[in-house]
């Protein structure tokens, strides 16, 4: 059988293209009617086109100031938990020291001091922060919100719609120079 011989009938048409159940372009295009989203969000007209890349834009800047928030948080929060902890280990090791005439005499054993304060020092510092509710719950939903910015954006990049890339691209780029060095504390994103 030859390939002039098959039925072509079930193949995709303009009019079930515009129902939405045909396929979409595979490979980068400027033509309209992908759907955006959701089925109902179809621009096909160039202004339609222009306020969904408009539209876009502004959703990768905000993606990039949530970036920042989420730094400034855990910076924040990094500091908070140093601070907690260190209340946490401190408070009972300086009553330990006050009770324990041992290590209230610093002229008699200097190697005791020695011992003692490496000990408060390496108590001090944790491996993992502890679960502070009012810090791991915001920061969940910071990340449960930034995760949808991108799988959003991810999702218009998958139309293959080079206006929609490149409104992306550069309302990326455009919002990590404004925000991009807000709570970047060691030079490194």
């Not at 993992?128 to 791991?136: E, G, K, L, T, V």
């Not at 991108?150 to 139309?159: D, E, P, S």
Request: hydrophobic share 50%.
């Amino acid at each position: 059988m030859s390939h002039g011989d098959m039925d072509m009938s079930g193949s995709s048409s303009s009019s079930s293209m515009s129902h939405g159940s045909g396929m979409m372009i595979p490979w980068l295009h400027f033509a309209g009617g992908d759907n955006l989203f959701f089925e109902s969000w179809r621009p096909t007209s160039p202004g339609a086109i222009a306020g969904a890349c408009i539209g876009l834009f502004i959703l990768a800047i905000i993606d990039r100031w949530m970036a920042a928030v989420r730094r400034l948080m855990e910076a924040y929060w990094r500091r908070r938990a140093l601070l907690v902890t260190a209340e946490r280990t401190q408070a009972p090791l300086l009553a330990g020291d006050a009770k324990d005439d041992a290590f209230a005499s610093v002229e008699a054993a200097p190697a005791t001091q020695e011992l003692s304060s490496r000990s408060r020092h390496l108590r001090v510092r944790r491996t993992i922060a502890p679960f502070i509710a009012m810090h791991d719950l915001p920061r969940g939903a910071l990340f449960a919100i930034q995760s949808l910015l991108m799988y959003t954006l991810m999702l218009a990049v998958m139309t293959f719609h080079a206006g929609y890339l490149i409104a992306i691209i550069v309302g990326l780029a455009i919002g990590e120079v404004l925000f991009g060095r807000l709570g970047d504390v060691h030079g490194f994103h």
